[in-house]
């Protein structure tokens, strides 16, 4: 048994660490798909993205399961609301990619763990240990530090952070399986996807199967990077520790950042790096804390068990 155990961990391991690999190369997928615009995109992945997930609940015998969910009202609501903040993710997130603020949009997702704790603590009323006050007070600056430099807000940063902290929050709260949530969620944009894809062809600027069959491959390959990775990232949270899915989830904002800064060559001011040092530094500090308060857990239940028997 501890042999399979094992197995298990490595192929959770594997399946996780490939999920967030690839999203954290999507800034270089993005860009192929020009000269379609933030707006075609977006509604493009969100109408391959249903048929993809539809194609896989045809193969897994999974629309009773969907059926089921959406008979729920609370947990429809919460995928509906989960819908929505992930599209504004989403067309955040390539409208900064094509745009040229890679290195932002990685910044969005470093601060991301730093905007769950604060929704933990003003939505849900939890109590943040001292560690972690510090973890969020150097986010803080770090984010202060960036907005002098720029003489704004990164707001793409800060609307990645706040949206993918929503759509975590909704998906954690409805407690639903990763393809019934992604069906669900594809499915509630999908006719506003099929709107915006009609008023863009009104207007004439339709780039879908007008600029040769690769640039159709890629726009209708957007359900397929959308789906691959959220089913493997499933499989792997299944049979991993929360700590190691913790840990996993900086490689993607990691390779963002290199992408941005190694093949893109966007700017760093000194300034800008400082702000990103200081948010290193409170990752550190918040992963730290966290593998300690694991490890007590830990001590305690097994004391706790140890007395009972």
Do not use: C
Not at 80 to 93: D, E, I, K
Not at 95 to 120: A, C, D, M, R
């Amino acid at each position: 048994m501890p042999h399979d155990d094992d197995d298990d961990a490595r192929r959770g391991l594997i399946y996780g660490a490939s999920a967030y690999l690839l999203w954290g190369l999507f800034p270089l997928y993005w860009p192929l798909l020009e000269p379609a615009g933030t707006a075609e995109i977006l509604a493009q992945r969100m109408a391959w993205s249903l048929l993809i997930m539809a194609m896989i609940l045809t193969i897994t015998r999974g629309f009773g399961r969907v059926r089921a969910v959406l008979a729920e009202r609370r947990q429809r609501n919460l995928l509906t609301a989960a819908a929505v903040v992930v599209t504004v993710n989403w067309g955040t997130y390539i409208y900064g990619v094509n745009s040229g603020h890679v290195i932002e949009t990685s910044l969005g997702y470093f601060i991301n763990p730093l905007f769950t704790i604060l929704l933990g603590v003003f939505v849900l009323g939890e109590r943040l240990r001292p560690m972690q006050w510090v973890a969020v007070g150097i986010g803080t600056v770090a984010v202060l530090v960036i907005a002098v430099d720029h003489g704004h807000p990164p707001w793409i940063a800060l609307i990645l952070a706040t949206s993918f902290g929503l759509y975590g929050f909704f998906k954690k709260r409805a407690a639903v399986g990763a393809v019934e949530s992604m069906a669900i969620e594809t499915g509630a944009m999908f006719l506003p996807a099929l709107i915006a894809l009609g008023v863009i062809a009104a207007q004439g600027n339709l780039v879908f199967a007008s600029h040769g069959a690769g640039n159709a491959l890629l726009l209708a390959g957007t359900g397929v990077v959308t789906a691959v990775p959220l089913l493997l990232f499933a499989a792997g949270t299944r049979r991993l520790p929360l700590s190691v899915v913790g840990l996993l989830q900086y490689l993607a904002p990691v390779l963002q950042f290199s992408v941005g800064v190694g093949i893109r060559h966007e700017a760093l001011p000194a300034a800008e790096f400082a702000g990103f040092a200081l948010v290193w530094v409170a990752l550190i500090v918040l992963t730290v804390d966290g593998l300690r308060s694991q490890r007590r857990t830990a001590a305690l239940a097994a004391a706790a068990e140890a007395v009972a028997a």
